[in-house]
């Protein structure tokens, strides 16, 4: 266990100094991390319901932050180069991000030539069916997504690391929550960048 908890902290921290030095990154990760934790109390009762804020908040603000925000440069504080850090990402780079949120926009469309989708679905008679359906459809996409990169690791690396970053995504939320919560103050400061990003101090 001591080894698991240690490789779940190394690949938070790799997260966290690699990917996460924009501030407003940081606060789009609490946003994101705050709906999450939304979504994972929906799912239980409402699961398309959970699946529509967890993709339209969580993921969109989340990978906004990436994609936009992010510096793409050379990274001083890690002496890496941006296409070293994606070689070396442990889960979805950059470029596996494109393939699924690709994948997540175009899904509806699928709903709307086959309502039902071969009969996975039940036939919706109005506009509001038609979105629970799509919940569902994201829901599946979200699960498959991480199931499958899971999966992929456990052939690329090791069952370990696998299983360590299925632990990471799983409990993300939490964790941005408690290390991002004073991030929009400090970019209210006019702090665009973290400063401390250097430091080991990404708690498990």
């Known amino acids: ?3 698991f908890m240690a490789a779940l902290r ?3 921290w790799d997260d966290h100094r690699y990917y996460h030095h924009s501030r407003i990154n940081q606060t789009l990760h609490l946003i994101s ?9 929906l799912l239980f009762q409402a699961p398309a319901m959970a699946a529509l804020v967890c993709w339209l908040v969580g993921m969109l603000t989340r990978q906004s932050g990436h994609f936009f925000f992010e510096p793409k440069g050379y990274d001083e504080i890690n002496q890496a180069t941006h296409e070293h850090k994606e070689e070396i990402k442990v889960g979805y780079n950059l470029r596996r ?6 994948i997540w926009a175009v899904s509806p469309l699928a709903l709307w030539f086959d309502p039902t989708l071969v009969g996975l679905f039940p036939q919706p008679v109005d506009a509001l069916d038609y979105v629970n359906n799509v919940g569902l459809l994201w829901l599946a996409i979200g699960v498959g997504g991480l199931l499958f990169r899971t999966f ?3 052939l690329l690396r090791d069952v370990q690391t696998g299983l360590v970053w299925f632990t990471k995504i799983l409990t993300d939320p939490f964790h941005d929550i408690i290390l991002y919560h004073r991030a929009p103050l400090y970019l209210l400061r006019g702090e665009m960048l973290d400063p401390g990003s250097s430091k080991h101090n990404v708690a498990a």
């Open 10 to 12: 190394e690949q938070r």
């Open 1 to 3: 266990m001591s080894g």
């Open 97 to 102: 991000k494109v393939v699924l949120m690709a």
């Open 152 to 154: 992929h690791l456990f």
């Open 33 to 41: 991390a705050c709906s999450f934790v939304v979504g994972y109390v």
